[in-house]
């Protein structure tokens, strides 16, 4: 494309960003930042502990409901509560488990960028290279670009 010829402008995640910062320059900030998030985010073990919960739960209560000869309409009410009861019991040994790990402060403050913005596809047709800062910008911010 043109527009990543732009000195501004770079790809990140299959996504193109315009900034005020040259675009390697302002990249960097945004790899720093996401590299940080990455190391430091808690809420991603969350998931895993509820999925695992819920899973066992369901089983469990399938198996004993197995073991008892229980009707199957008789499941239609369990079922979801051994998926509830499971998730939560898996909340509950995440948070025994992770301790004060869940909130202790980190030892570095989270990395700052520069405002980046989103390049819609719509503006990055109907631009390229030569097109002002200021101007990709008001456009892509709106989501189109104006005709002349």
């Known amino acids: 494309m043109a527009l990543e010829a732009h000195p501004n402008v770079f790809r990140f995640d299959g ?6 910062l040259p675009g ?6 945004l790899v720093e930042q996401r ?6 985010v808690k809420s991603q073990r969350w998931v895993l502990a ?10 469990a209560t399938l198996g004993l409901g197995t073991l008892a000869g229980l009707a199957p309409a008789i ?3 369990l079922l979801p509560l051994g998926f509830g009861a499971g998730a939560v019991l898996g909340a509950v040994v995440n948070k025994r488990l992770l301790g004060d790990r869940l909130t202790a402060p980190t030892a570095t403050p989270r990395p700052t960028t520069i405002e980046l913005t989103r390049i819609p596809s719509a503006v990055a047709r109907r631009t390229d290279a030569s097109t002002p800062v200021a101007d990709l910008i008001a456009w ?7 005709k002349a």
Not at 35 to 40: C, P, R, Y
Not at 50 to 59: K, M, N, S, W, Y
Request: net charge neutral; aromatic share 10%; hydrophobic share 55%.
């Open 140 to 146: 892509s911010k709106q989501g189109f670009v104006p």
């Open 15 to 20: 996504r193109l960003w315009v900034s005020e």
């Open 24 to 29: 390697a320059e302002a990249r960097a900030q």
């Open 35 to 40: 590299t940080w998030d990455a190391a430091h």
């Open 75 to 77: 499941y239609l009410v």
């Open 50 to 59: 509820l999925v695992v919960g819920a899973a066992v739960g369901t089983a």
